[in-house]
């Protein structure tokens, strides 16, 4: 489920749609949860749909921890990859706004993240923009996005956070500990080494 101060919109032919920020969404604002609506796809069902379907769904899809490939019901599925983004996936299974976005301001996300199995293009305009998404990206810049997500994540507790009730209690602890115990964060490398340990709501 995305955050509620989002708009689906159209950007052009190229780029197709894009989720959008309504409202101010502070850095520390949980943008996205796995809601228990998602659609799950483990790899048999992937591999018995005919392939203009496999297409949709790997457009559409992102990989959970697990493997599973995670379709939204809702426009989350739309968020587009920047490699400047403002909203980073976490160890936690949320995604986290990692800076201020503002009012008419893109959400964009970190692709790095989402356990891919190939390359894919990227077509976004930054100047640092890395042209090309690798699985390895993750081992290569899984540190770099910690830094990121870390100074985000302590300040969850004092942001408002409509999506709050749909984090799983026992994650929700572990948030909590993390304002006494710094030690206790958990690397977004979990996401790919330790899935074990990145429990969200999925039932
Ligand atoms: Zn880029």
Excluded at 66 to 84: E, L, M, P, Q
């Amino acid at each position: 489920m995305i955050h509620p101060s989002t708009v689906l919109k159209f950007i052009d032919e190229h780029k197709g749609y894009g989720v959008f920020a309504t409202e101010f969404i502070p850095k520390g604002t949980i943008t996205y949860v796995k809601d228990p609506l998602e659609i799950e796809i483990n790899e048999a069902h992937f591999e018995s749909l005919p392939g203009y379907m496999q297409e949709h769904v790997e457009k559409y899809s992102y990989i959970d921890e697990n493997g599973t490939r995670i379709i939204s019901w809702d426009f989350a599925k739309y968020v587009n990859h920047c490699c400047n983004c403002n909203t980073m996936s976490t160890g936690y299974g949320f995604e986290i706004a990692i800076r201020d976005i503002f009012p008419g301001e893109e959400i964009t996300d970190e692709y790095g993240l989402f356990n891919l199995t190939e390359e894919m293009g990227l077509y976004c305009d930054k100047p640092d923009c890395r042209k090309i998404l690798k699985p390895e990206d993750f081992d290569a810049y899984g540190h770099l996005w910690d830094e990121k997500v870390k100074p985000a994540l302590q300040l969850l507790p004092s942001t408002a956070q409509p999506l709050w009730s749909f984090i799983d209690r026992r994650v929700q602890q572990d948030v909590e500990l993390l304002e006494q115990q710094p030690e206790s964060y958990r690397s977004v490398l979990m996401l790919k080494y330790e899935p074990q340990k990145v429990k969200v709501l999925t039932a």
